[in-house]
Every structure is written in structure tokens, then in C-alpha cells.
């Protein structure tokens, strides 16, 4: 029988013991039916002996409390433009997404904790670098306040998984050296999760149906695509997409060993079929094929 055939529970028996880690989308957080399916997948993963990790956006609720406080907003290739301002607001949503997030896990049946912008040594998970060298449309740009996760707190979190909780990462970090907040982009932070624990899935929750090799044709949607191939469409992209499939295909060149975005607006899409079905996979190219 093909894993797609499968009942649920018995494709998700012969993955016991792996590691997952999910990315649940901003967008997704503000449809309350969707957010408690979502927490039902993850305890029904956690219950069939999988290992799921959270990390999540908040991209909608980050805009409205900037627009609340008075602060410019702007998105440059996808990622956002963050002053020092902005940068505590990030913080402070993504704390209060957080701690929801695990309610609303520990309401499912699960055991849950929020992990935010704290040093590691403090019970944060995520130091981060200041994103350089960002080029939007062949120019120069500068992100500010935006990084990328550096050093991801691997042992901590395996710890909370071996203590039969989940963790929920929020995706902002604290720059080595400084101390600053830095705003990191949550599909570039689910990567770099996923291969700091050497995650068997890394899984991008989103609200499309997945990569179209040429947008808006819907009939261009990619179900599978290679590292190679991947590479070389990234640049022409749309800007939304660019940061999730680098994720993808910086986490499976990474280690990781399967990563993909899946489409987050089908209630339980986690159990309804095995991961990625219902979107795009990043594969490595075969061994001996050429590009």
C-alpha cells in the first residue's frame, strides 16, 4: 500500500521517534477553527510518538500593533523593514502569539512551553546576526534590525522534547554581542531549527496551495522539486515565497531530511495525509544525476 493510501494513524506509526518541526503561519493564527485544528495535529503527532516542534509567524498581528503604535511599516523581498521600535513590538506579539499558542496546545491535550526573546542561557532558543547582504531586485538592502538565527539552543530544546512537552519558538532573537532584538523572518527560523536538531521534517504551514513554478498559472503547481532545480528558480519568485522555499532548501542542504511547505487552510492537514502531500517537497538531488 503507498504511504498516501495509509490510514492516518498507521503512516504516522512508522515515523514514531522523529522529529518534527512546524512552522505555523501568522496568517493561519487569526482563524480560531484552524488554530485549534492545528493544536490537535500537533498532541495527535506528539501521542503517536513523534517529536514536534513549533516555531510561528505573526505577521498580520505584528502589522496592526505597528499601525496601533504609530510606526512605519514596509516589506522589502518579503522580509520586513524593522527599526529598533519595531523590533519591540515583534517582541512583544510574538510573546503573547507564544504563550497562546501553548494554551492553546496544552487545551488540546498537549504539554506546551513558550519559549521567546531571552538568551539561551536564559530560556530563549535563539541567538541571532544581523541579515547582511540582502539584494531586492538587483539592489542592495538594508533590513535593519532583521537577522538570522546563528546559534539555536539545540540541547535545551531537545531537553523539553525528552521531557514530553513541546516547545513553541517564537521567531526573534537576541544579537551575540549586542544584546539587541532582532527580527528574524519565522520560515528562515523554522529552517534553522529544523537543522540545529537534525529534524527528519521541517513543515511550512502556509495559505497557498504551494509553489507554482509560474504564478498565477494554477495549473504550474509543484508537488516535488530537487535542491538543483530549486536554486535556480528561487530568483524568480514571488517575493512571499522566496523566504519559505530558501527555508526548504537550506534545511534539506542542511541535514534535514525531508522540508516542505504544506497548505495550512485544510483543517487537519497534518493527519489528513502524509506530510507534504497537500503542497511542495524539497528533495535532494539524486546521488550520481546530474544537475
Not at 496551495?209 to 509560474?214: C, E, I, N
Request: net charge negative; with cysteine; hydrophobic share 45%.
Amino acid at each position: 500500500m503507498a504511504e498516501h493510501d495509509m490510514p492516518a494513524g498507521e503512516w504516522l506509526d512508522q515515523h514514531r521517534g522523529e522529529t518534527v518541526v512546524v512552522k505555523f503561519g501568522g496568517n493561519a493564527m487569526v482563524d480560531d477553527a484552524l488554530s485549534r485544528a492545528f493544536a490537535e495535529d500537533i498532541v495527535a503527532l506528539q501521542q503517536a510518538g513523534l517529536r514536534p516542534i513549533v516555531t510561528h509567524g505573526g505577521g498580520p498581528q505584528i502589522s496592526a500593533e505597528l499601525v496601533a503604535r504609530g510606526i512605519p511599516s514596509e516589506f522589502r523581498g518579503g522580509l520586513r523593514v524593522t527599526s529598533p521600535d519595531a523590533a519591540v513590538v515583534v517582541r512583544d506579539v510574538l510573546a503573547r502569539l507564544g504563550t497562546e499558542l501553548a494554551a492553546q496546545l496544552r487545551a488540546a491535550g498537549g504539554d506546551a512551553i513558550a519559549l521567546a526573546a531571552e538568551p539561551p542561557s536564559q530560556g530563549g532558543a535563539l541567538f541571532a546576526g544581523r541579515r547582511i547582504g540582502t539584494v531586492v531586485n538587483g539592489q542592495p538592502v538594508d533590513l535593519g534590525w532583521a537577522g538570522e538565527a546563528t546559534t539555536v539552543d539545540a540541547a535545551s530544546i531537545a531537553a523539553v522534547l525528552d521531557s514530553g512537552r513541546i516547545p513553541v519558538v517564537s521567531a526573534i532573537g537576541i544579537e551575540e554581542g549586542t544584546g539587541d532584538l532582532l527580527n528574524i523572518n519565522a520560515d528562515s527560523a523554522a529552517g534553522s531549527l529544523a537543522v540545529a536538531v537534525q529534524a527528519d521534517w521541517l513543515l511550512l504551514l502556509t495559505d497557498v496551495a504551494g509553489l507554482y513554478r509560474d504564478w498565477p498559472n494554477r495549473d504550474s503547481l509543484v508537488t516535488t522539486i530537487d535542491t538543483v532545480e530549486l536554486t535556480g528558480l528561487l530568483p524568480s519568485l514571488e517575493a512571499g515565497m522566496i523566504p519559505k522555499m530558501t527555508a526548504c532548501l537550506s534545511a534539506v542542504e542542511g541535514g534535514v531530511g525531508h522540508a516542505a511547505i504544506v497548505d495550512g487552510r485544510i483543517p487537519h492537514t497534518l493527519l489528513a495525509e502524509p506530510f507534504g502531500t497537500s503542497g511542495t517537497t524539497v528533495t535532494r538531488l539524486a546521488e550520481g544525476t546530474a544537475p
